[in-house]
């Protein structure tokens, strides 16, 4: 029994120790994995919608920039209206504004951002020309100055002034887009987290019932098979499907009960021979 038992477990069959260590490291390395992947994919999305939304915050800020610029412009503008003692023409710096502008042009995705940044041009460039007609307005004794700022260059910047907030709005837009998209990212970041645990769980199942089926049940059936021999002195008759160690295990206890009840049988059967013997002994001598 023994050699036959050890010829099968030499089959290339897998010991319990490989079984377990098999089971159970498949699950740690599906965990590892999944960690991994999660980690990786959660990396590479943060850094591509922080630099996004690093992107959004300049160009909010650029457009503000170009509101303050052009509220600054627009109030010295009044201001050299109000002055009696004939006020000068305020400068701006016309490049730094139209070079902000193609900036916010290049830097925004949104499709309606090319048209609204071309319509704040285009408000900005009347807005200029018309206060080019400052000086010739100040020289004029038939042109009310005030009339002139009320009627005729204020209506051109309150145009490009809401041209500019619709420009920051869609930089807000953008910026709102691509938090919701850090949001998602984030949720798709951990999806391979949440099917590795799942699957985890279902491995872990799975190897409870393999331990349950191919181990704990065996292990309960030989102990009772043991106790039965303990109680009743019967033979050992557990069996059950497998080449393993505890296979191996099942058929040496086997054979120590067997040989135990074939060395009680064969000790009861001296001790009954030894006894008719002593009786023929005494009815000699009566």
């Known amino acids: 029994m023994r050699g036959i038992t050890r010829k099968k477990l030499g089959g290339g069959q897998l010991s319990m120790k490989t ?51 052009s ?13 009696d003692e004939g006020g000068k023409l305020p400068d701006f ?49 038939f042109i009310n100055s005030r009339e002139w700022y009320f009627e005729r260059l204020q209506p051109r910047y309150q ?12 930089a807000y837009d953008e910026l709102h887009a691509n938090s919701l998209t850090f949001q998602q990212s984030f949720y798709r970041s951990i999806i391979p987290g949440i099917v590795s645990v799942g699957a ?10 393999f331990i349950s089926a191919y181990y704990v049940r065996p292990i309960y059936k030989m ?18 499907d497998g080449t393993d160690q505890l296979a191996e295990l099942n058929g040496e206890l086997k054979e120590v009960v067997d040989e135990n009840v074939e060395l009680r049988r064969r000790n009861k059967s001296l001790k009954d021979e030894r006894d008719r013997m002593i009786e023929a002994v005494e009815s000699v001598q009566e």
């Open 19 to 69: 079984k377990l260590i098999l089971g159970l490291g498949s699950i740690a390395a599906m965990l590892l994995l999944s960690s991994v992947i999660s980690v990786l994919e959660f990396r590479r999305m943060s850094t591509y919608v922080s630099d996004q939304v690093a992107a959004n915050i300049r160009n909010i800020n650029a457009a503000q920039k170009l509101a303050s610029k």
């Open 71 to 83: 509220d600054e412009y627009n109030l010295k503008m009044l201001a050299a209206i109000g002055d």
């Open 93 to 141: 710096d016309r490049a730094a504004f139209l070079d902000s502008c193609d900036s916010l042009r290049n830097s925004l995705t949104s499709k309606k951002a090319n048209p609204i940044t071309d319509s704040v041009v285009y408000a900005y460039t009347a807005y200029m020309l018309t206060s080019l007609e400052f000086e010739q307005v100040m020289m004029s004794d």
């Open 159 to 170: 145009r490009l002034r809401s041209d500019i907030e619709k420009l920051t709005a869609v």
């Open 200 to 209: 985890g769980l279902i491995l872990i199942a799975l190897l409870y019932f």
């Open 223 to 240: 102990l009772a098979s043991l106790k039965n021999y303990g109680l009743t002195g019967g033979s050992y008759n557990c069996t059950f």
